[in-house]
């Protein structure tokens, strides 16, 4: 008897084997085990040999090849034995590595290291004579993992019903999450332990343009941290979102678990697909630092190459915008006062001029000469096409042609203008969500870029989508957006994309997307408020998957300034809007505030007009989300330094450290900072500016307010 059982242990361990797999990283300090489950697939993660991930299932369902339902069918229909999602067996495995450096075409450092174990299992579903693979790549700084569909007999087209791809975690963890939803990213972090999103979720959201929200889900980048003597940060994303709707999470709060949760179409499924294909990946970054989170490249190593052929057009920029003023309400984008027009039809030289439309000739020259005199390399101008008077709220799919300028907008003039000061115009198509009208315009659009010499342009997806019922991630609305960067490359025009989808690596494969918004920028400033610590939230959430278009440099925050009364303001101080030109990586920024204002600032308007948006090397001095964040950067190609740190509603104090710097060179370090009696709410236009000789030994202390915040640049010495 005992040699029986003996033989039997036996025999399950060869049968445990056969399904088991082990990957390492590089470093060895990370372990993902696969193993399969009576057929169904699990992993699980652990760092420095402990579990960060228990055992996770992994899976899609399905609905029936070729079927076209509505949501309401589609729970309704008995699809077992037709999932992707059990009944498996592994006949396949195997190992690669890849251990390189790749230059960004811009990016926080001139080279990317990409250095990665690799694990593609192979799983054989006999029922269905179909199979698909499971491929892990493990780096020193987390796993990413993905599904792989080959072209086969019993497998060449299926819609998916739901992802079904876990993250199981062992404890309760801090958590900046936001509100589930399809179509917005534009509310404010919530900070929670998992346990407690339920109860929270029903308050974590405010009205919105466009949304449609997932109960008791979150959104990705998901930041995490495991608190107490062992702590441990986590981050939550997905990579390379291609063909494929953009994808929340469903928590399950007692077991601390979450499970993928796509956005779905106008009809309810979530995915059409023809092999073969691939999936987003699933990311999970971990360290117990919160910098080392902050310096991940993980979602770009897992986007591929960009296949352009000439990326020579694609340039760093800082501009300037005729659009801070529309967003406080001080001026408008319609030129008249009527409430239904027809593009093509109407003529708008007959209508009445409401006397507010900001894109008119004097104040764009206006706003040109400043940005010239200043260095600035290009203006936005928003509200400069007819459509503005009915544009919003109504579902109207003709709702622009982004080629018509309103009568007092002299489009040839004020480009001849601009180029003649050096200045090139940044030209806005907000689409009003109508995607199908854009692609049909798109051409013509881009042809009158061309013409005038517009080298990067602003989209817009304000409401929602036209394709109605599609959403803002979904995959069709998803395609969408990569074809505008396609055809986009085509002229030879970068992209800034706001309302889109939140970037998932995607500038390594479509440089010229060259940032966007997705998330709760400077704008809300004016309209509902960004909390004090928001600004230290987004570089763990948003940024991970790539720049946002944040539009920092407000210097009057105080919006009674404008108009008396008026309670609402920019919670930061002038020094904090200074220093998130460092803190928030973007290789597109704005000097956002009106030229007035910067006119009575100049000396601390210098640090925007000196600070680089392009970088050799970053360097995270120090950062808690939801807390700090002070980085160092180098520019791109120059022997400069430029220094930057925020702080949350809690006034801090810290000590630059400037031993990235070259040892033996000295530097000249230009200091702004916040003033002794700089307050956010009762002082914020308080700074003083320093010089000080440094070098790689100095160190430097500094006093931030609350919401606060300093910026140093730091030039050689002759």
């Known amino acids: 008897m005992k040699n029986i059982k003996i033989s039997a242990f036996f025999l399950l361990l060869g049968t445990l084997s056969l399904n088991a797999q082990s990957l390492k990283s590089p470093d060895g300090k990370f372990e993902m085990n696969f193993q399969l489950k009576a057929g169904v697939p699990y992993y699980d993660l652990k760092y420095e040999g402990k579990t960060v991930v228990e055992d996770s299932k992994l899976g899609l369902r399905l609905l029936r090849d070729g079927d076209i339902q509505f949501a309401s069918e589609i729970e ?55 199979y698909i693979v499971v491929k892990f790549r493990l780096f020193n700084d987390g796993l990413g993992f993905r599904y792989e569909f080959p072209q086969q007999k019993n497998l060449n087209y299926f819609i998916i019903k739901e992802e079904d791809s876990e993250i199981d975690l062992p404890y309760d963890m801090k958590a900046w999450w936001l509100a589930g939803d399809y179509d917005s990213q534009e509310y404010q972090t919530q900070t929670t332990n998992l346990s407690e999103i339920p109860a929270k979720w029903p308050t974590s959201y405010d009205g919105n343009a466009s949304q449609t929200l997932i109960k008791n889900a ?80 993980m979602l770009f190593n897992l986007n591929e190459p960009t296949e352009y052929k000439d990326t020579s057009y694609i340039k760093p920029t800082k501009y300037m915008g005729v659009w801070w003023e529309m967003i406080i309400g001080k001026s408008q984008w319609a030129y008249s006062t ?14 009445t001029p409401n006397g507010n439309h900001a894109a008119n000739n004097t104040n764009v020259k206006e706003y040109i000469d400043f940005a010239s005199a200043n260095g600035f390399d290009a203006l936005l101008i928003e509200g400069w096409n007819t459509g503005w008077e009915d544009w919003f709220g109504h579902s109207k799919e003709f709702v622009f042609d982004f080629i018509t300028p309103y009568p007092d907008f002299d489009i040839k003039m004020l480009n001849d203008y601009a180029h003649s000061k050096n200045i090139r115009l940044m030209m806005h198509h907000e689409t009003s969500g109508s995607a199908t009208n854009y692609e049909r315009w798109a051409d013509e659009a881009f042809k009158l ?58 500038s390594r494969t479509y440089p010229n997307w060259i940032a966007a918004e997705a998330a709760r920028g400077t704008e809300f400033e004016a309209f509902g408020g960004n909390n004090p610590d928001h600004q230290t ?46 803190v928030m990586y973007s290789p597109l920024q704005m000097a956002a505030d009106l030229p007035e204002n910067y006119a009575k600032h100049m000396d601390a308007f210098q640090f ?31 022997d400069e330094w430029y220094v930057g740190g925020i702080t949350d509603e809690n006034a801090r104090n810290f000590t630059v450290d400037f031993s990235f710097l070259p040892k033996g060179k000295k530097y000249e370090a230009t200091v702004y900072q916040d003033g002794a009696t700089a307050d956010y709410i009762n002082n914020p ?31 050689p010495k002759n």
């Open 608 to 638: 925007i007009k000196d600070v680089a948006v392009d970088w050799d090397d970053t360097k995270i001095l120090a950062a808690e989300p939801g807390d700090f964040i002070h980085t160092a950067r180098k520019a791109k190609g120059k």
């Open 685 to 715: 236009q308080s700074y003083k500016i320093y010089k000080k000789t440094v070098t790689s030994k100095t160190k430097i202390p500094v006093k931030l307010a609350r919401s606060g915040g300093y910026a140093i640049s730091v030039k």
């Open 449 to 506: 870029m061309n013409k005038y010499g517009y080298e990067s342009v602003k989209t817009g997806y304000v409401g929602n989508i036209i394709p109605r019922g599609e959403h803002h991630y979904s995959q069709w609305t998803i395609n969408h957006y990569r074809r505008i960067a396609e055809k986009a490359n085509d002229y030879k025009i970068m992209v800034n994309s706001h309302e889109s989808v939140r970037p998932s690596g995607l």
């Open 338 to 351: 009527a409430n239904n027009v027809h593009i093509g039809k109407t003529d708008f030289t007959k209508l």
């Open 537 to 582: 939230i987004l570089p763990f959430t948003r940024f991970i998957g790539g720049p946002m278009d944040y539009t920092p440099g407000i210097f009057q925050t105080k919006l009674d300034y404008y108009f008396p009364g008026d309670t609402r303001f920019v919670k930061t101080t002038l020094a904090k809007q200074l220093a998130l030109y460092v």
């Open 76 to 130: 309704s229909k008995d699809q077992k034995g037709k999932n992707l999602d059990a009944g498996f067996t592994k006949t396949a495995e195997k190992f690669d590595t890849k251990n390189e450096y790749w230059d960004p075409i811009m990016g926080e450092k001139k080279s990317y290291l990409n250095h990665y174990n690799e694990l593609a299992v192979t799983l054989n579903q006999a029922e269905n004579d179909r």
């Open 218 to 297: 979150v959104q990705t980048p998901l930041m995490l941290k495991k608190e107490g003597k062992e702590k441990l940060y986590i981050n939550i994303a997905e990579a390379a979102v291609i063909n494929y709707p953009a994808s929340n999470l469903e928590l399950d709060a007692d077991n601390f678990k979450f499970k993928t949760h796509l956005t779905p179409d106008a009809q309810g499924a979530k995915g059409y697909i023809q092999t073969p294909a691939v999936s987003p990946w699933r990311t999970i970054i971990v360290s117990p630092k919160a910098e080392e989170v902050l310096a991940s490249k």
